[in-house]
């Protein structure tokens, strides 16, 4: 597995140069794109920023209700990427289908070569954010990934995976792992905007990650919260590098601890 740069392993300040700089002086080999602001750039601004540094996905600049633009997957394409990613909320403030609209934008992305993985999210906040229930059992998850289209599958956010209680992922088309690590606290005082980093917490992340079959794309540590710990950006997502890479060589020395 590849480390790459996300976003949440800066201060939150970083425009998407300076998180491909940031990503750079930290030491990754991949970053993560912000196509929230990148997107809506020349192609070729992205490729001179990037100069060297490997695209690994970018997250999907729509969400329900709204409409995927063609020039996104298109700079996708020319900048060398490959998979995009994106939620199921896991409660709605009405009722109705979701599934129409991520059918929409992975048929538009598969006409470009691209991939969509989705996450669910399963922290007992969000799931009682609203009052009509979604997707929120592993069996609803899978369910839903499986009826969007041949270019979807999952990613494997192992802190949603952990709250959730999800079973081995051994099996399941993976196209991208974030990493984070999850407190001993009860349920309801879960907080999505608090994670821990990887090897901190109570998870076990060398062991979910060693039932993946044979996955050896990118993971990216998504640590939302403790950033007063650093005393700069770099800093962090150094540490964030570091603790991707403790965590792999756990997994490839079987250690468990």
């Not at 990427?81 to 403030?93: H, Q």
Request: charged content about 20%; some cysteine.
């Amino acid at each position: 597995m590849i480390p790459t740069f996300h976003y949440t392993l800066g201060l939150g300040a970083e425009d998407w140069r300076q998180q491909i700089a940031l990503a750079r002086a930290a030491g990754f080999r991949a970053v993560d794109v912000d196509l929230r602001q990148a997107a809506a750039q020349d192609p070729g601004e992205m490729l001179d920023a990037l100069a060297g540094l490997t695209p690994s996905s970018g997250r999907l600049p729509a969400y329900p209700g709204q409409r995927l633009e063609e020039r996104v997957p298109r700079f996708c394409q020319t900048i060398g990427l490959r998979t995009l990613t994106c939620s199921v909320p896991p409660a709605l403030a009405e009722p109705r289908d979701l599934l129409p609209e991520y059918r929409e934008w992975a048929a538009m992305l598969a006409g470009y070569g691209l991939d969509l993985a989705i996450e669910s999210l399963t922290p007992l906040h969000l799931r009682m954010a609203k009052p009509y229930r979604y997707v929120q059992s592993f069996g609803e998850y899978r369910d839903f990934v499986g009826a969007v289209g041949p270019n979807a599958g999952f990613l494997l956010d192992t802190w949603h995976w952990h709250h959730g209680g999800y079973p081995s992922p051994r099996g399941l088309r993976v196209l991208h792992v974030h990493l984070a690590d999850a407190a001993a606290i009860p349920p309801e005082q879960v907080r999505d905007e608090e994670r821990e980093f990887p090897g901190e917490g109570v998870a076990d992340l060398p062991g979910l990650l060693g039932e993946l079959s044979g996955y050896t794309g990118f993971i990216a540590a998504e640590v939302f919260g403790q950033k007063s710990r650093f005393p700069d950006s770099v800093s962090r997502a150094r540490f964030g590098r570091e603790r991707v890479e403790a965590i792999l060589a756990m997994l490839n020395s079987g250690s468990r601890s």
